[in-house]
């Protein structure tokens, strides 16, 4: 709407506190409430935005009477701010992004599942193995599908992996319902631990039967699995997502110093992503290729000790960051 892009362009340059941030939401309410009135008194929208611009359309003597001085080199041109709706839509889509991935596993381990469960029925039940494969293929397709699907829906979200505002209210309401939640994830995990351990029974079933093949165990273990995953990937993406808010959301009295940490730390992981890792994956081709013999077998431990630099590094770059 034109009302809220001017007052974000007049705010542009005003330091950021939780006293402006109140100013300008002030402002926009009266803006919004003064055009709404002058357009149901029959004023046309460019009549009603006219005098509203008029009307509200300097704010240098009310920051002047406030004591508050524009900032002209600015290290911030936006300020995102996360509303209490802005927040429960993000909470809703990580929930429904965990369902969807979760049953886009599920799906793809059904599939898997009941093509080995065919397979070793098809002897017995005298029907062509193919069937199995025809089985797997929707099943495929439609796992492959939601996770491709929730792939792409997860980029509208990427807002929220960088700060932005929020106010101290808000963030005391997450924090409630993030401990509240707590005892939905603990749920969440032991029903997913459960069928997994639940899982190994039709293996060792199959395992025990003479009668029958070992596949139909291997595929009702896989179905299972499947479930509980589903249990693991909902319920902590419906966590993560209280984690994101509270570790991204920012007092608006240090945002912009949380703005300029988080650039470094982007820096910082690009360079981990394009040289860090190819240069290890080098090494171990390298060490592989060039001196052969047994290393393959050990020199997969570059990996996890890479794994275990970078998350030391990390954590160290941050700390100091936020120093």
Not at 15 to 28: A, C, F, N
Not at 248 to 263: M, Q, R, S, T, Y
């Amino acid at each position: 709407m034109i009302i809220r892009e001017y007052v974000e362009q007049m705010f542009k340059s005003v330091p950021l506190t939780e006293e402006t941030y109140q100013l300008k939401q002030d402002m926009l309410a009266n803006m919004e409430d003064k055009y709404e009135h002058l357009i149901a008194e029959g004023a046309t929208e460019n009549e009603a935005l006219g005098v509203v611009i008029t009307e509200f359309g300097n704010i240098d003597e009310l920051l002047t009477e406030m004591g508050i001085r524009k900032d002209t080199e600015k290290t911030v041109d936006h300020y995102p701010t996360m509303e209490s709706d802005a927040v429960d839509g993000y909470i809703k889509s990580r929930q429904t992004m965990g369902l969807r991935i979760g049953l886009g596993v599920w799906s793809i381990l059904t599939g898997v599942g009941g093509m080995l469960t065919l397979f070793g029925l098809a002897p017995t039940l005298n029907m062509p193995g193919v069937i199995g494969v025809i089985f797997l293929l929707p099943f495929l397709i439609i796992g492959i599908g939601l996770l491709i699907m929730e792939g792409l829906r997860s980029r509208d979200l990427q807002a929220y992996q960088s700060p932005f505002v929020l106010l101290p209210d808000l963030r005391d309401e997450i924090a409630d319902r993030k401990k509240a939640y707590e005892k939905s994830l603990a749920f969440s995990i032991m029903m997913g631990v459960a069928l997994c351990i639940l899982s190994f029974v039709p293996l060792l079933i199959g395992l025990w039967t003479t009668t029958l093949s070992v596949l139909p165990g291997i595929g009702l273990m896989l179905v299972l699995i499947g479930i509980g995953v589903v249990f693991f990937v909902y319920g902590g993406n419906s966590y993560y997502a209280f984690t994101v808010l509270l570790e991204n959301g920012k007092d608006p009295a240090c945002f912009e110093e949380a703005v300029k940490a988080d650039k470094r730390m982007k820096k910082l992981n690009y360079i981990i992503d394009e040289i860090y890792w190819p240069v290890i994956v080098l090494v171990y081709l390298g060490l592989g290729f060039i001196i052969g013999g047994n290393v393959w077998s050990w020199s997969w431990i570059l990996f996890v000790l890479g794994g275990i630099l970078e998350d030391t590094v990390k954590a160290l770059f941050e700390s100091i960051y936020k120093s």
